[in-house]
């Protein structure tokens, strides 16, 4: 039986090679800003062109794999900026993915200036690209990485693209306070308040919003996504509030892109936390919906077979035949994200 494909709203295709034995950081993390800091954070300023080439070749190829036709990327690799959405955008073009892209704009490791450097490449890219299976967003990081400058300059380029914004929102409490201290009723708020909320942004996690701030965000016609087996695992509680939309859809926020995997791990949580179990699930397909206001009509076919796809077809073209990708040899791929994995993880030991 065939389907339109999964969407996966929300992940970072730089994590692409984690799954290759990235090491466990000295120190074990005790909050989710330690998670941050030892673990992502150090991830991220260790990619550098290579690297990241190898993980978006290989997230993407699995990503198709599994049946997903749809990755809404966002991107942070503050030692390689500049070009490093194309290095994305050339991975999903070539193996027939469609995706939204952006850089994820933030002060946390050189000021203003690195926070410029990310939204400029938001601007090169949107500017430049000229491949047909590709979008580009605007992106910041979070609300407490960034200076109201900085959202603001986020919100005009918004206009200047007519597009919209990519970022995390309420992951964590350290999001919320980090708002309140700043002045504004929560991250939420924030952003509202400084304009960086054209209808149609997409704003992650929402884990520690309330269910009015929810409401507004549905009123603002902004998306939440969900990321069940990331919010288990960093702890930071569970979305129920979120039943308060129907605007909400579902990512990975960097793990692997099987979306029946998460779907699963929704409904563990959802019934864990005494959340509507059938809304829940809507938030699966609600991710056709979200990438239809950026595409237009999905124009995908996909036929699984059991946790694999079959056949895929995006945009008319076969990516996936006899469950074999096609735009890429997938044993040469994985061989070469295994070769420069130990590599990247090198570099991480001194970011």
Not at 78 to 101: K, N, T, Y
Request: net charge neutral; hydrophobic share 40%; with cysteine.
């Amino acid at each position: 039986m065939s389907e339109a494909g999964f969407v996966n709203a929300h992940t970072h295709v730089y994590s692409g090679l984690a799954p290759l034995g990235m090491p466990a950081p000295r120190q074990a993390p005790q909050s989710f800003l330690q998670i941050l800091e030892r673990i992502w954070w150090r991830l991220d300023r260790a990619l550098d062109e290579r690297a990241l080439r190898a993980a978006a070749r290989l997230y993407v190829g699995e990503a198709l794999l599994h049946g997903t036709t749809v990755l809404v990327d966002h991107h942070e690799s503050p030692s390689f900026i500049e070009g490093s959405l194309d290095v994305l955008a050339d991975a999903c073009q070539e193996l027939g993915m469609r995706a939204l892209v952006c850089y994820g704009a933030t002060e946390r490791n050189g000021g203003r200036e690195e926070a410029r450097r990310g939204l400029e490449e938001c601007r090169r890219f949107a500017r430049a690209n000229s491949r047909p299976l590709v979008r580009g967003l605007v992106g910041l990081h979070a609300s407490f990485t960034v200076s109201d400058e900085t959202v603001r300059e986020a919100a005009a380029l918004c206009r200047e693209l007519d597009t919209v914004l990519h970022v995390h929102v309420a992951e964590d409490r350290a999001d919320v306070e980090d708002a309140l201290r700043r002045g504004f009723a929560g991250p939420l708020e924030r952003l509202a308040v400084l304009g960086a909320l054209p209808r149609g942004s997409i704003l992650a996690h929402g884990v520690h919003l309330t269910r009015d701030q929810v409401r507004r965000a549905r009123d603002l016609g902004c998306w939440l996504v969900q990321n069940p087996r990331s919010n288990r695992a960093n702890r930071v509680g569970y979305p129920a509030a979120l039943a308060a939309s129907d605007r909400v859809a579902l990512g990975t926020d960097g793990y692997p892109s099987d979306m029946r995997e998460e779907r699963r791990v929704l409904t563990l949580e959802a019934v864990a936390h005494h959340d509507d179990v059938r809304s829940a699930h809507a938030r699966l397909d609600a991710g056709h919906v979200l990438a239809a206001e950026r595409f237009g009509p999905p124009e995908t076919i996909c036929v699984m077979d059991g946790a694999r796809a079959r056949q895929v077809t995006v945009a008319g073209r076969a990516v996936i035949r006899d469950g074999a990708l096609l735009g890429g040899d997938m044993v040469a791929i994985r061989a070469a994200a295994r070769e420069e994995a130990p590599r990247l993880w090198k570099r991480m030991e001194t970011t």
